[in-house]
Structures are given as structure tokens and as C-alpha cells.
């Protein structure tokens, strides 16, 4: 049982998870997992954690800022983030999010793929529902922690990053005809 930061609410989940010794490289991996409700108390500045992370705000507002560029979340947006890099992300509101930090696979790639020359990528969901239905899996297997297979969390997890790459290619699309119509 872990005590919750400063500003997170009670009723807020968080799950750590070990990956097992013999993961093959290529596997994506979460180091943490959670649901937060948030009050104008949290905030997270941090120079590094070994990983990345995806925010998903549920409700409410947050705010985001990496090598100097500042961004509000809000509902139905998700932020990928370089944490190897120092951040700080916080609320001055409220905000209800759902985050997890991962690592493995092709994250270093997947990452720079989306975020072209941003410090971070965010995007607004076209289907929030998509990512709330891989969200609930992922949760349940880390939450049944005797029936785990980091083969099926891995899947999970890429799941979640072509989610956010399809949303890139939509958004690159229609910034492309919006452009030939001008």
C-alpha cells in the first residue's frame, strides 16, 4: 500500500507492477498504473523516472510543460511524455486523469514518431471510448496479478500508442487539405 501524493484524492488508484525477469526486450512493460482525482494541490516536477508516460484526462483541467512549452489538458485529450527528460505536470482545479508509466518495445521510436519536435504529444481522441475499452483490460489484468502475461500487456500497451498514431495521421490529413483549400 503505497500513500498517494499531495492533492490526489482517496478514492484514486495506483498499481505498481515488476515485469518478470525473463521479458524479452521488444515488450512493452508499464512500471505503474493509475486513476487519479486530483485538487489544485498536485502537481509533479520531476528531473527524471525512467520511462514514458500517457495521461488521459478524464475531467477537469491539467496543465503540462517540458523543455519550456507549456500545454492544458483537458477531457478526452491524452499526452504522451518523455519523463527521461525533466517535467512537470500538475492542476490548479481540478482534473481527473488516468495515467501509466511504461517502458520497453519501441518507445524511444514510437515516441519521437508522434511528438515530431514537441518536447510531448497530445492529441483530442476521436474515440475515447476505443481507448477506455484497452484502458479497463490492461487495468484488470495488472489488478488479477496471479493470471498475468506480458505478452497480452504488451499488446495492450501498443494498442494504446497506435491509437494515439492514428490520431497523428487524421490530424496531419486534415491540416493537409485545410492547407490545399487555402
Same mark, same amino acid.
Given at each position: 500500500?503505497?500513500?498517494?501524493?499531495?492533492?490526489?484524492?482517496?478514492?484514486?488508484? &495506483?498499481?505498481?507492477?515488476? =515485469?518478470? *525477469?525473463?521479458? =524479452?526486450?521488444?515488450? /512493452?512493460?508499464? !512500471?505503474?498504473?493509475?486513476?487519479? /482525482?486530483?485538487?489544485?494541490?498536485?502537481?509533479? @516536477?520531476r528531473?527524471? /523516472?525512467?520511462?514514458?508516460?500517457?495521461?488521459?484526462? +478524464?475531467? $477537469? +483541467? $491539467?496543465? &503540462?510543460?517540458?523543455d519550456? &512549452?507549456?500545454?492544458?489538458?483537458?477531457?478526452?485529450?491524452?499526452?504522451?511524455? @518523455?519523463?527521461?527528460? =525533466?517535467?512537470?505536470?500538475?492542476?490548479?482545479?481540478?482534473?481527473?486523469?488516468?495515467? &501509466?508509466?511504461?517502458? $520497453?518495445?519501441?518507445?524511444?521510436?514510437?515516441?519521437?514518431? !508522434?511528438? *515530431? @519536435?514537441? =518536447?510531448?504529444?497530445?492529441?483530442l !481522441?476521436?474515440?475515447?471510448?476505443? #481507448?477506455?475499452?484497452?484502458?479497463?483490460?490492461?487495468?484488470?489484468?495488472?489488478?488479477? +496479478?496471479?493470471?498475468?502475461?506480458?505478452?497480452?500487456?504488451?499488446?495492450?500497451?501498443?494498442?494504446? #500508442?497506435?491509437l494515439?498514431? !492514428?490520431? +497523428?495521421?487524421?490530424?496531419?490529413?486534415?491540416?493537409a487539405?485545410s @492547407?490545399?483549400?487555402?
Amino acid at each position: 500500500n503505497h500513500s498517494l501524493s499531495s492533492g490526489v484524492s482517496d478514492n484514486s488508484t &495506483i498499481f505498481f507492477h515488476t =515485469p518478470t *525477469n525473463c521479458i =524479452p526486450e521488444f515488450l /512493452y512493460f508499464p !512500471l505503474c498504473m493509475g486513476h487519479f /482525482y486530483c485538487d489544485s494541490r498536485y502537481k509533479v @516536477d520531476r528531473r527524471s /523516472y525512467d520511462s514514458f508516460l500517457l495521461l488521459y484526462t +478524464k475531467g $477537469g +483541467k $491539467g496543465l &503540462i510543460k517540458a523543455d519550456g &512549452i507549456t500545454r492544458e489538458l483537458h477531457p478526452g485529450e491524452v499526452c504522451l511524455l @518523455d519523463c527521461y527528460c =525533466p517535467h512537470l505536470y500538475q492542476t490548479s482545479e481540478v482534473w481527473e486523469l488516468e495515467w &501509466i508509466h511504461f517502458d $520497453g518495445g519501441n518507445s524511444r521510436a514510437f515516441f519521437d514518431y !508522434l511528438r *515530431n @519536435d514537441m =518536447p510531448f504529444f497530445y492529441t483530442l !481522441l476521436d474515440s475515447p471510448a476505443q #481507448l477506455e475499452a484497452i484502458w479497463n483490460r490492461l487495468y484488470e489484468t495488472l489488478l488479477k +496479478k496471479d493470471s498475468m502475461n506480458e505478452l497480452l500487456i504488451s499488446q495492450d500497451i501498443s494498442q494504446l #500508442l497506435t491509437l494515439l498514431g !492514428l490520431s +497523428k495521421e487524421r490530424r496531419e490529413r486534415q491540416n493537409a487539405a485545410s @492547407d490545399f483549400m487555402d
